[in-house]
């Protein structure tokens, strides 16, 4: 691959591969700027991480000859102007079931150096990259709130699959849900599970197993192997069905681990019914109030009012976009 460095006609700086052993520290900084008004907890926990990791020998002595490995953001490019990093674009690799697949991530450029083409060429760069290593596909995905960058990305080739909105609720005292309501909250049963393990897969689709990593669902089942799976994965799950006159209208699965804040799992029918789906989320909410919260993503669009109604607000809601590996004929 031709890595000459030449600056581009009307942009300072010049373009250059990532260097792990210096550059974290100053790629972090410049993400930070790009994103400080909608980076949530888990956006400064991976900022932080990437500071950490720049001072850790061990670290920056094995990461890079695990760049195409591993799922972290070790490879990639970055726009340099006199010694400083005003521009970057990550790839993040992911293996699946035989299949190569890129993501391309932190796309940031310094708002001096804006409207100049600098994320336009990063992009570019890493898609090329990604193909000449035999990527099978390319992903990114961008808030639905920034037009610029979704229209740029259309022009690169990329079509939208799917659109996710990531939603939060606070901690805190909830009342108990309504005493007239006709529904009755339980916990999750046997018989429950046909039906909870078909709207998963409608709602958290196989087209993106390689990133949430949910395709055998073990952290739900009810058998006794998908118990032990927790045991070792150290998961802990709570889980919780809804129903009226006997018919189940949902299922809420609230997964803690590692000290994080809870993330819900919804499996509904794909046209939920609001008022169900708000109680059963107000329930969640009250049984993990202790816990800082929880975490919730969900299709855009079809649930949204209900959700709202239990409390939750929007953080983002992203377009996931893809691309395919090889380059078109």
């Not at 609720?169 to 046909?194: C, H, M, S, V, Y």
Request: glycine share 6%.
């Amino acid at each position: 691959m031709d890595l000459t460095l030449t600056a581009s006609p009307g942009i300072p700086g010049q373009m250059r591969p990532l260097n792990i052993l210096r550059d974290l520290p100053a790629v972090a900084d410049l993400i930070e700027l790009c994103f400080k008004e909608t980076l949530d907890s888990s956006g400064r926990s991976n900022l932080n991480e990437m500071r950490r990791r720049a001072h850790d020998n061990v670290f920056l002595n094995w990461a890079p000859h695990v760049v195409d490995i591993i799922s972290l953001p070790l490879s990639g490019f970055v726009w340099e102007d006199h010694g400083k990093v005003v521009g970057n674009v990550s790839l993040v690799p992911f293996h699946r079931q035989g299949r190569r697949i890129y993501l391309i991530a932190n796309v940031a450029t310094h708002p001096d150096y804006r409207r100049r083409g600098i994320g336009r060429i990063l992009t570019e760069m890493a898609m090329r990259r990604a193909r000449e290593k035999d990527a099978n596909a390319l992903w990114l995905h961008v808030r639905d709130d920034n037009p610029g960058a979704i229209s740029m990305y259309r022009d690169l080739g990329f079509r939208e699959r799917m659109r996710r909105t990531e939603w939060h609720a606070p901690a805190g005292n909830l009342q108990k849900n309504n005493p007239e309501t006709t529904f009755k909250i339980r916990p999750r049963a046997l018989r429950d599970w046909d039906s909870q393990r078909n709207w998963l897969e409608r709602t958290y689709p196989s087209d993106m197993d390689w990133y949430t990593q949910q395709q055998t669902w073990s952290s739900f089942g009810p058998y006794l192997w998908d118990g032990f799976y927790r045991l070792l994965a150290d998961i802990e799950v709570s889980q919780w069905a809804i129903e009226a006159d006997g018919q189940l209208r949902g299922v809420a699965s609230c997964r803690y681990q590692g000290g994080q804040t809870p993330h819900t799992w919804l499996a509904c029918p794909p046209r939920p019914d609001s008022e169900s789906l708000s109680e059963l989320l107000l329930y969640a909410r009250r049984r993990f109030s202790h816990l800082g919260g929880l975490r919730l993503e969900y299709p855009a669009g079809p649930a949204d009012d209900a959700i709202r109604a239990a409390g939750f607000t929007s953080q983002r809601t992203l377009l996931w976009m893809e691309t395919p590996g090889q380059q078109p004929n």
